[in-house]
C-alpha cells in the first residue's frame, strides 16, 4: 500500500489545485477490529478544516467543513479526492448514509 500511497500524494502535489496539507493521520490503534485506522488503511487530512459530522448535525471530530472559503478544506471534485479514488480508495465525504467524515480516506471501504 505505500506506493500506492505515494503515487496519491505525488497525483496531489502535482494537480493544478495545488491543494495545501497541513496534516495527515495514519495508523492510529482503535478498539474496534474493524477500525482501518488500527490496520494503517485509513488517512485522514487536514483533520480541524475537514469534519465529521453526523447527519442530525452533531460534529464528532474536527471544527468545520468550508470548501471554496477554506482553503485546507477539500471539495469533493478536488484533486484530493481525484488522487484517493483514483486509486481505490473510498471518500468519507459520500461514502455512509450516517454521516460525513470528509477529512478520511479509506483502503477497504470502512
Given at each position: 500500500?505505500?506506493?500506492?500511497?505515494?503515487?496519491?500524494?505525488?497525483?496531489?502535489?502535482?494537480?493544478?489545485?495545488?491543494?495545501?496539507?497541513?496534516?495527515?493521520?495514519?495508523?492510529?490503534?482503535?478498539?474496534?477490529?474493524?477500525?482501518?485506522?488500527?490496520?494503517?488503511?485509513?488517512?485522514?487530512?487536514?483533520?480541524?478544516?475537514?469534519y465529521?459530522?453526523?447527519?442530525?448535525?452533531?460534529v464528532?471530530?474536527?471544527?468545520?467543513?468550508?470548501?471554496?472559503?477554506?482553503?485546507?478544506?477539500?471539495?469533493?471534485?478536488?484533486?484530493?479526492?481525484?488522487?484517493?479514488?483514483?486509486?481505490?480508495?473510498?471518500?468519507?465525504?459520500?461514502?455512509?448514509?450516517?454521516?460525513?467524515?470528509?477529512?478520511?480516506?479509506?483502503?477497504?471501504?470502512?
Amino acid at each position: 500500500i505505500a506506493d500506492t500511497v505515494k503515487s496519491i500524494f505525488k497525483d496531489i502535489y502535482e494537480g493544478p489545485e495545488k491543494f495545501p496539507i497541513k496534516d495527515v493521520g495514519g495508523y492510529s490503534w482503535r478498539p474496534s477490529p474493524t477500525s482501518e485506522h488500527r490496520w494503517g488503511l485509513a488517512i485522514d487530512i487536514n483533520a480541524t478544516e475537514n469534519y465529521m459530522i453526523r447527519k442530525d448535525g452533531t460534529v464528532v471530530a474536527g471544527s468545520f467543513w468550508l470548501p471554496g472559503d477554506n482553503p485546507y478544506s477539500m471539495r469533493p471534485d478536488g484533486d484530493v479526492v481525484r488522487a484517493f479514488k483514483k486509486h481505490g480508495f473510498t471518500w468519507g465525504g459520500d461514502a455512509w448514509p450516517m454521516s460525513n467524515d470528509y477529512m478520511h480516506f479509506s483502503f477497504l471501504g470502512e
